[in-house]
């Protein structure tokens, strides 16, 4: 048996999964020209890749 909130936190990361491939897509075909969104659209790819900083480097 599922609590609410598991199922909430399921369907919030299948979203969160939908939206990012999304913009991935948007991103390789060419249709991001604000810099300011390509860069926070990348580090949004980034760190649901790699889980943010793994090493704790915190390079910008």
Known sequence: YE??????IKWMDRLTEDRLYIM????SN?????????ET???????YRWGGD???LEVE
């Open 30 to 38: 060419g249709m991001v020209v604000d810099p300011q969104e390509r």
């Open 24 to 27: 991935e897509k948007m991103l």
């Open 54 to 56: 793994p090493w704790g």
């Open 3 to 8: 609590s609410v909130n598991d199922i909430f």
């Open 41 to 47: 659209i990348e580090a949004a790819l980034s760190k």
